[in-house]
């Protein structure tokens, strides 16, 4: 029996798939903040570099809590991450079971 954070098999199968989709999106975001910040003109390159950094190392421990090492054991802590973040449309989310999309809501919520 699947526990309330432990995701079912079938979640688990979309999950793989949807995490890279999801994965694009949020990289896709980060390149384009990425992109305003260097292109500003009102700060010096050096400043500007600086805030990348800043920016880069920010979003590099966010995107490890929502993609690396994705397990089954994990999946649903990954999942509800993503969602808290927006990376996944309506209908992607409708791909899941009614247990994870309850589960999602009631976290989603905290």
């Known amino acids: 029996m699947d526990g309330p954070l432990r995701i079912p098999e079938s979640d ?3 999950f793989r ?16 903040e990425v992109q305003q910040i260097a292109s500003g003109t009102s700060k010096t390159a050096h400043e500007r570099y600086l805030a990348v950094y800043r920016l880069i190392e ?7 809590e929502a993609f690396n090492d994705p ?3 994990t999946a649903m802590m990954q999942l509800l991450v993503i969602h808290r973040r927006g990376l996944l449309e309506p209908s992607e989310l409708s791909r899941f ?3 994870t999309r309850r589960t999602l809501a009631k976290w989603s919520t905290d």
């Open 12 to 14: 688990w199968k979309v």
């Open 17 to 32: 798939e949807l995490r890279e989709i999801a994965l694009q999106r949020f990289c896709q975001r980060v390149l384009a």
């Open 71 to 73: 397990r089954r054991g």
């Open 97 to 99: 079971s009614d247990s």
């Open 58 to 64: 920010k979003r590099d421990h966010e995107v490890a």
